[in-house]
């Protein structure tokens, strides 16, 4: 199965396409710096950039322990998570992931370079008629690697406090703020500034609910939708699996169907001679409050584990919009119009928990876990973000709640020997200004998901938006910035708190994770602030600072 680009990723393609051709001058300078230490990496392979390069797959479990060399594909695809955008003659590194592990701008630039070749990287033989084939190997990809061997060293600590602090000293940032660059080889630290000081950490947090829940529900992992029938009945019970992007869209962009349900549904009710049906729905999975603490905002829906389209009351798919003031009665309403349509007749009761002794109908499943937490990371994805928090809590038998879910949680980061003094968490979201967050345990998870002993945490990067190209970083940068599509980056706002976490390959082709993080800064220094993290970042990639 193959997950189809979002549409902020379709609308950038254009835009990765002049670069790859037009290569402009801000990132033919990266590109030239960069471009030894890639070739460095690309021929000796060395243990701490293999944290990065093997394995980056999204069903990337299916590398843990495996030794094989690295093939050309696979270092094409820790290209893409080293941000890279190489020179003329070279595919764009950017755009978002299929769930076979490969980016698909990198599978169709080298499907039109090559005829033929082949791994398919774990996709299953049950593959669609009509799905893409496995994309061919890409040496096409890499024509413009050369140089000689060995990686570039790890900037100079001095060096880099002197090209960071008149960006991250500045006083636009406000009294309080905090940060920590470590090299990911190494996971060495090489830049603080009050990095074990826990901050508001806004959206951010979205990196530590991705580590968690990939650590304790799996990658693999899908969240399931079914419905059921209470024996010798005509009771059915659409029961809610926690999939906030379970949709009723035609064009399903490869996410569960509600279409797809009601039509096993009715197929099933037809063997057993039903054409007329109670139905209610089960949203028994969570616990606790439904309301985040924000209150009603068009940024989260109720936190329930039945809705269709995150309840949103337009067409969008990210970001700000209306929603439905009751997600699961209006999921249900929606099933039961597409029961009539298949003339199954319906009569709905609202909600009741499905009987122990009741037979599965019918049963729908979202993508792997891999393919949700770049969703969130990408679009900053509170919907999703909270119902993997209720996930994680199943997971590590904490109740399902935003408590709960805030618990397990760290409870689960724990297991990792991350750094947790002074850490709090109280959503999954990072919409809560009872999250406290340090940049050392930022920057400690980014460089947990790169390590080759945890190949389940990698789409933690590969989910974070391109600087330039994807999600919450498409329009941050300006085309003519060093770090376009060298920059992948975690955004956080909040009423005076701006944060940015992620990794840069710097100037000598080392990749360094980062974490900025700044609270209380006045309302009006908003965008002078989120554009002294953008600069400091975009210093990182030009950084020759050895």
């Given at each position: 199965m193959v997950v189809r680009e979002p549409k902020v990723w379709r609308a950038a393609r254009p835009r990765v396409v002049r670069v790859v051709h037009g290569v402009k001058p801000g990132i033919v300078r990266v590109t030239r710096a960069v471009k030894p230490g890639a070739a460095r990496v690309a021929q000796a392979v060395k243990p701490g950039v293999v944290r990065v390069t093997s394995a980056v797959t999204a069903r990337s479990s299916q590398l843990a322990g495996s030794t094989k060399k690295l093939t050309t594909l696979q270092f094409t695809a820790g290209a893409a998570t080293l941000g890279l955008v190489f020179s003329a003659g070279a595919v764009a590194a950017a755009g978002p992931w299929d769930s076979s592990g490969q980016r698909t701008a990198e599978r169709d630039w080298a499907a039109s370079r090559e005829g033929q070749g082949g791994a398919d990287h774990g996709r299953s033989s049950g593959t669609a008629a009509g799905a893409p084939k496995p994309a061919p190997s890409a040496p096409a990809v890499?024509?413009?690697?050369?140089?000689?061997s060995g990686a570039g060293s790890a900037p100079d600590s001095a060096a880099l406090a002197a090209l960071l602090d008149p960006f991250l000293k500045s006083p636009v940032l406000g009294p309080r703020r905090a940060a920590s660059v470590v090299d990911v080889e190494t996971g060495e630290q090489l830049y603080s500034q009050n990095a074990e000081e826990a901050l508001t950490p806004a959206s951010t947090t979205k990196i530590a609910t991705a580590v968690a829940a990939l650590s304790a529900v799996g990658p693999d992992h899908r969240l399931q939708t079914r419905t059921v029938l209470d024996p010798d009945s005509a009771e059915v019970v659409l029961v809610g699996g926690g999939d906030p992007t379970l949709t009723a869209h035609k064009d399903t962009e490869g996410y569960a169907s509600l279409r797809t349900l009601a039509d096993r549904t009715a197929d099933a009710l037809d063997r057993r001679h039903l054409k007329e049906i109670t139905l209610t729905h089960d949203v028994s999975l969570y616990e606790g409050p439904e309301q985040h603490?924000?209150?009603?905002?068009?940024?989260l829906a109720l936190v329930v584990p039945l809705m269709v389209d995150e309840a949103r009351l337009d067409d969008s798919s990210s970001g700000d919009a209306d929603r439905d003031p009751n997600p699961a009665a209006a999921a249900t309403a929606e099933f039961a119009d597409l029961l009539e349509e298949r003339d199954i007749k319906v009569r709905t009761e609202g909600d009741a928990a499905a009987p122990k002794n009741a037979k599965e109908l019918a049963a729908v499943s979202s993508p792997p876990l891999t393919t949700l937490v770049e969703r969130m990371l990408t679009n900053s994805?509170?919907?999703?973000?909270?119902?993997?928090?209720?996930?994680?809590a199943l997971a590590t038998g904490e109740q399902p709640s935003f408590e709960g879910g805030a618990a397990a949680i760290k409870k689960e980061l724990k297991k990792?020997?991350?750094?947790?003094?002074?850490?709090?968490?109280a959503d999954g979201s990072g919409l809560s200004r009872g999250n406290a967050l340090t940049p050392a345990l930022l920057t400690a998870l980014l460089a947990e998901s790169a390590a080759p002993d945890h190949p389940e945490l990698r789409p933690v990067l590969t989910g974070l938006p391109v600087a330039g190209f994807t999600g919450t970083l498409r329009t941050r940068y300006p085309s003519d910035a060093t770090g376009t599509g060298i920059v992948r980056a975690k955004t956080g706002t909040l009423s005076n708190v701006n944060t940015l976490a992620g990794t840069v390959v710097d100037a000598d082709g080392r990749l360094l994770a980062f974490a900025f993080l700044a609270t209380e800064t006045p309302l009006g220094n908003t965008d002078p602030a989120k554009k002294a993290l953008t600069d400091a970042t975009s210093s990182l990639a030009t950084c020759g600072c050895r």
């Open positions: 890499l024509a413009g690697l050369g140089g000689t603490t924000i209150g009603r905002n068009g940024n994805d509170n919907d999703i973000a909270e119902a993997l928090a209720r996930h994680v990792l020997e991350v750094p947790l003094d002074g850490v709090e968490f």
